[in-house]
């Protein structure tokens, strides 16, 4: 059974830095590309990012372009989200997705972890 | 950037009723289009894939339509389990994947 568990979210001042980490099971990990999708209280869903399966290509949406960085290590089954200078626009739950036979489309999401930045 | 608009933004609807969502894409995406389906407080459902093939598990009420830029969520007959809200998500055009907005259906 197809498991991805997202964890690190929190709350954390504006400026600061946070790591999320979305842990896989049940699955072949290193064949699937992984994104993380968020979603703002109330709010619609916003693609962030994407990793390769073998991690050789990365994409970012412009909201986020050049604070978030997306990581994975195969050997743990994880990937990770690296966010820098957070700001209050940040504050959302955070889902990870696994991308189905690299066809764009997800069958499978995380339960999300709540990300709240605030002074 | 591809943007989908998806209308109408809400709609009261009483069980048994027929629903007809539509999602319009800002350029060309051929039929690469998916609808999720996201209840309060849970991740959201895929429900339908390249427009209109049904994902494992999803009820036959479940339908889509479309290619291009126009695509339509069908729901032939309203259960009470299915009053949430419904997205569609482009994956044709990249970086970036996009959704749109959203529609919630509500009970009337």
């Known amino acids: 059974q197809v498991h991805l568990v997202g964890s690190g979210g929190g709350v954390v001042q504006p400026g600061r830095s946070l790591r999320l980490s979305c842990a896989a099971s049940?699955?072949?990990?290193?064949?699937?590309?992984i994104h993380w999708v968020r979603q703002a209280p109330g709010k619609g869903l916003e693609w962030v990012a994407v990793?390769?399966?073998?991690?050789?290509?990365?994409y970012y949406a412009d909201s986020v372009k050049g604070r978030f960085t997306i990581a994975r290590d195969n050997s743990k089954n994880t990937v990770y989200l690296q966010m820098n200078s957070l700001g209050a626009a940040d504050t959302a739950v955070y889902y990870c997705?696994?991308?189905?036979?690299?066809?764009?489309?997800?069958?499978?999401w995380g339960q999300g972890t709540l990300v709240t930045v605030s002074s | 950037e591809t943007v989908l608009t998806q209308s109408p933004a809400a709609l009261s609807v009483s069980p048994g009723e027929r629903v007809t969502l539509s999602c319009r894409a800002s350029?060309?995406?051929?039929?690469?289009l998916a609808w999720y389906q996201q209840k309060p407080g849970q991740a959201p459902r895929l429900l339908i894939y390249?427009?209109?093939n049904r994902a494992t598990g999803i009820p036959a009420r479940f339908s889509g339509s479309g290619s291009g830029t126009e695509f339509t969520l069908t729901i032939s007959s309203l259960q009470s389990e299915d009053f949430a809200v419904y997205y569609c998500?482009?994956?044709?055009?990249?970086?970036?994947?996009?959704f749109g907005q959203g529609t919630n259906v509500e009970i009337k």
């Open positions: 997705l696994r991308e189905e036979n690299n066809r764009g489309y997800f069958q499978y």
């Open positions: 049940g699955f072949t990990f290193s064949s699937y590309t």
């Open positions: 990793i390769w399966s073998d991690a050789t290509e990365e």
């Open positions: 350029q060309n995406i051929n039929r690469r």
């Open positions: 390249d427009a209109s």
């Open positions: 998500q482009q994956y044709n055009n990249w970086p970036p994947w996009t």
